[in-house]
């Protein structure tokens, strides 16, 4: 294994760069989400960029009191939107976990989760053996799943359901549309003989399985045949948002050689999830990068053929709303009597500017607009969710009193791991909102429409 370089030698490292552009306006520090919980500096991007201009200089160690400042970054990029020069504070702090990890080592409980998720067998027979022992460790209270007992770094929070069978055991390779085969085409109503590839991300493949499910349902009433890669692999979020640079790229690589050669069969790859449609997207790239910066290994291959999959990729909203006629199709459905407040999650709002396709799709519905619906809702990455869960509840607790204040009797967010808080969130301060992904929404109620067959 290549030696991790030290940031000063380097000729401009992705440390400094951008602290050196850092013009201290301060114009992030207000709407940052960590600092409107701790209320101080070192916790802001501006403290951030300062700090690790000075740790890349050599003027500052990485000691444990940075490596609990440089952790408690949610990354949720609102302080790139309002940086006037669009700072990137989340590749720095990234940058910057992969050195934490270099000094202290990835925690064992990560380990193994990073390992799990880069061996589809093992996961698979851990998911299924807790649906089996469901009754023996879960207790189901207002609704939500939450563990008997307390076990370190889960608490008692709220715990996403268990199924006997993942979505990509279920649904694999090619799912023709049934619509488009019994009935005559029509392209009013179909969308033109589309094939789409799906990647579903972890959570919607172990967890929230209706995601997929609805997706399918979807592409099925447009006449759309859907191509899912049984193979595919964990995008690599959590291993990168802790720093473990190695298995994310190991990840991504895997990924990459797997899902190129079905492209050119599809017209698109779609994905239900925010944070995964960031990654391949956005955050790929970012990792390629400080991979080669640190270990100074050559991705150029990897870089062309990420230029070539993301030319296809979609979050599924966005393609869904610019490509096919699903907002024609919808407007002859029926008007819901259900209300509905969008949240929006960081990496669709933030990272991709997605924000008013799934509103556009959520057209049969009443909205009633939350408070701050693209305040971060403090999910945060696996160090938040364990190490640091008292941040993710100071935030989640907003989140939830926003929630309920609209008034609306389901929240909606593409992405799973918003799901995840917002549920935990919603169960803490008893409020009896339902979630349902926005592609939930739209599956019913297509599902109940009156005038289309
Ligand atoms: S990514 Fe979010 S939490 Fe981190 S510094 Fe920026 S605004 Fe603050
Ligand atoms: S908004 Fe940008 S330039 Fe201004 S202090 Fe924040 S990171 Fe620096």
């Given at each position: 294994m290549s030696e991790i370089s030290s940031?000063?030698?380097?000729?401009?490292s992705i440390l400094q760069k951008s602290a050196m552009s850092c013009v201290k306006c301060a114009k992030c520090v207000p709407t940052c989400t960590i600092y409107s919980v701790n209320r101080d500096e070192i916790t802001s991007p501006r403290g951030y960029l300062d700090l690790v201009s000075a740790y890349a200089e050599g003027k500052l160690s990485m000691d444990l009191n940075l490596k609990d400042s440089i952790e408690?970054?949610?990354?949720?990029?609102t302080c790139v939107t309002q940086c006037p020069m669009s700072l990137p504070v989340d590749i720095v702090i990234e940058r910057a976990r992969v050195d934490i990890a270099q000094k202290y080592g990835i925690p064992f409980y990560k380990k193994i989760l990073f390992y799990m998720l880069g061996k589809r067998s093992v996961l698979n027979f851990v998911f299924s053996m807790g649906y089996y022992f469901n009754p023996c460790i879960f207790k189901t209270q207002d609704g939500y799943k939450k563990i008997r007992f307390k076990i370190p770094k889960i608490g008692d929070r709220v715990i996403s359901p268990l199924n006997k069978k993942s979505f990509l055991q279920t649904y694999h390779g090619l799912i023709e549309s049934q619509y488009k085969k019994n009935h005559s085409i029509n392209n009013t109503q179909t969308s033109n003989n589309k094939k789409v590839g799906i990647y579903i991300g972890c959570l919607s493949n172990y967890n929230y399985l209706n995601v997929g499910i609805s997706l399918l349902k979807i592409l099925d009433k447009l006449g759309i045949d859907a191509f899912v890669p049984q193979k595919q692999e964990c995008c690599g979020a959590p291993a990168f948002f802790s720093g473990d640079i190695k298995n994310t790229t190991k990840l991504i690589k895997k990924n990459l050689n797997y899902l190129l050669p079905f492209l050119?069969?599809?017209?698109a790859l779609l994905i239900p999830e925010a944070t995964c449609s960031a990654m391949l997207l956005s955050d790929w790239h970012h990792a390629l990068e400080i991979e080669s910066e640190v270990?100074?290994?050559?991705n150029k291959q990897y870089f062309d053929k990420l230029e070539v999959l993301t030319k296809k990729t979609f979050m599924a909203s966005k393609w869904l709303h610019d490509y096919t006629n699903l907002d024609e199709v919808l407007k002859i459905c029926k008007k819901e009597e259900v209300t509905v407040t969008y949240h929006d999650p960081c990496h669709a709002r933030?990272?991709?500017?997605?924000?008013q396709e799934p509103r556009k799709l959520l057209k049969n519905f009443t909205l009633k607009e939350m408070n701050?619906?693209?305040?971060?809702?403090?999910?945060?990455g696996v160090t938040i969710q364990s190490e640091k869960y008292h941040l993710a509840k100071a935030i989640g607790d907003k989140k939830a009193q926003n929630i309920a204040k609209s008034g609306a009797n389901i929240v909606s967010a593409e992405c799973s791991a918003c799901r995840m808080q917002i549920d935990d969130s919603l169960s803490r301060n008893d409020v009896h909102t339902k979630f349902m992904h926005p592609l939930e929404l739209i599956a019913n109620n297509l599902e109940n429409k009156s005038n289309i067959e």
């Open positions: 940031p000063t030698s380097n000729k401009i408690s970054c949610f990354l949720c990029t050119e069969d599809l017209d270990f100074g290994i050559d933030k990272v991709l500017k997605i924000y701050e619906s693209s305040a971060c809702c403090g999910f945060g």
